[in-house]
């Protein structure tokens, strides 16, 4: 286990780190609950980072000159931490934590908080009601709290450089590989970072769907640095042009859109017109196989993943989301196309209701798509692919 107490550089490689979020003493007679903290994280073998904001001689008022310096080194410390272990022994009168209170709203919905409080201390009501909003585990003991922590990073992974600023919850996700990966290949390097949001999902809000990040990147073919842009990303998604191709004239080639309601849409009838597709919140699943699922889901209709013909992934909005749409498509028979037209008739919604998606079958052609502008230009560009392909 390796310290890093306040004021001291942060570890440039790293595998796993643990920041000591809480009140911290102001005069060497309070003590101080981090000792008891690392003997315990000791006995439970951690071989991490520990980030101890306080002083490696112990507890003391922080001079008006070094305050500026110590909330800075707490700042990037909590940023580059992989798990915050926030202790709350709240004493209104040594350890009144009134920092914990602002540090606390700044990472309670962060996805990478423990939450632990003894139960007579007072004024943590709502610190615990936000731990439960945000589904932050909570414990009622020191030990407990830390071994959450410890049980949460498993292995960690190994980083170095400006890698060891992206936290373990990022690093992990397949959207950060699939990135970074791409960033190395290029022969570019990761000098600094820092998360600035996640959005999770699912009931225990455990699954990473976005998320924005400050970047410092060294281009290696113009030797310089770009640090103004935001990386942000969401998952990979799966798209299919289902059509029937017209051999005498394409424009007159009829294609399968959904239509639905997204709050971000800026078309003339409020609503997005675009290929069947979408996301898992799983990982490792193939994109095909997803392909398949969402045609289903969003049409109806279900396809066996080998009618399914691939065209590749690229992204949709370079200079926005390094997210890619992985494409394919199905030559419909006309009693397939058929069908469709007789749901666009139905006006029956499809989708996971349960998710809030209300889908509905369009059928159109090419001309029309062109015509009506209410397509957007990934999606025109992903279906004139599939034709430049047949």
């Known amino acids: 286990m390796q310290i890093v107490y306040t004021g001291e550089p942060f570890p440039e490689k790293t595998v796993k780190s ?55 080194w707490e700042t990037k ?58 589904s932050v585990p909570q414990f009622e003991t020191l030990e407990e709290t830390l071994a959450c922590a410890v049980n949460y990073l498993g292995k960690g992974a190994e980083r170095t450089g400006g890698e060891c600023k992206v936290p373990l919850y990022i690093w992990e996700t397949e959207s950060f590989q699939a990135w970074y990966k791409n960033l190395l290949k290029a022969g570019n390097q990761l000098k600094d970072a820092g998360v600035l949001w996640t959005d999770r999902r699912g009931p225990k809000k455990d699954s990473i769907f976005a998320w924005g990040m400050e970047a410092k990147i060294y281009i290696a073919s113009e030797n310089r640095y770009k640090t103004n842009d935001i990386v942000i990303t969401r998952r990979d998604i799966s798209s299919a042009v289902l059509w ?60 066996e993943p080998s009618r399914l013909k691939p065209h590749g992934s690229r ?17 419909l028979t006309e009693l397939e196309l058929a069908w469709y037209k007789k749901l666009v008739e139905l006006k029956e919604p499809l989708g996971n209701q349960n998710d809030s998606e209300r889908t509905y079958i369009e059928v159109k052609t090419l001309k029309e798509i062109l015509s009506e502008k209410l397509a957007d230009w990934s999606t025109l560009g992903m279906i004139m692919q599939v034709i430049s392909e047949n």
């Open 18 to 72: 643990i920041f000591l979020a809480g009140p911290t003493p102001r005069t060497p007679d309070v003590k101080s609950w981090r000792p008891e903290a690392l003997e315990i994280l000791k006995k439970l073998d951690y071989n991490g980072h520990v980030f101890d904001p306080e002083y490696k001689e112990g507890p003391r008022e922080v001079k008006e000159y070094e305050y500026e310096g110590q909330t800075d």
């Open 77 to 134: 410390g909590l940023n580059q931490a992989d798990i915050i272990v926030f202790w709350v022994p709240r004493n209104l009168e040594t350890m009144p934590a009134f920092t914990t209170n602002v540090e606390w709203g700044t990472w309670a919905d962060s996805g990478k908080v423990v939450f632990g409080a003894p139960p007579e201390a007072p004024k943590n009501k709502y610190l615990k009601l936000m731990a439960e909003k945000y």
């Open 244 to 303: 029937k191709k017209d051999r005498f004239n394409l424009l007159n080639s009829g294609i399968v859109l959904v239509k639905e309601f997204r709050s971000p849409g800026r078309t003339s009838d409020g609503f997005i017109h675009e290929l069947p597709g979408g996301s898992a919140f799983k990982n490792n699943v193939e994109p095909i196989i997803l392909a398949a699922e969402e045609i289903f889901e969003e049409t109806g209709l279900h396809f």
């Open 315 to 331: 992204q949709l909005t370079g200079t926005f989301s390094t997210h890619h749409a992985h494409l394919f498509s199905i030559n």
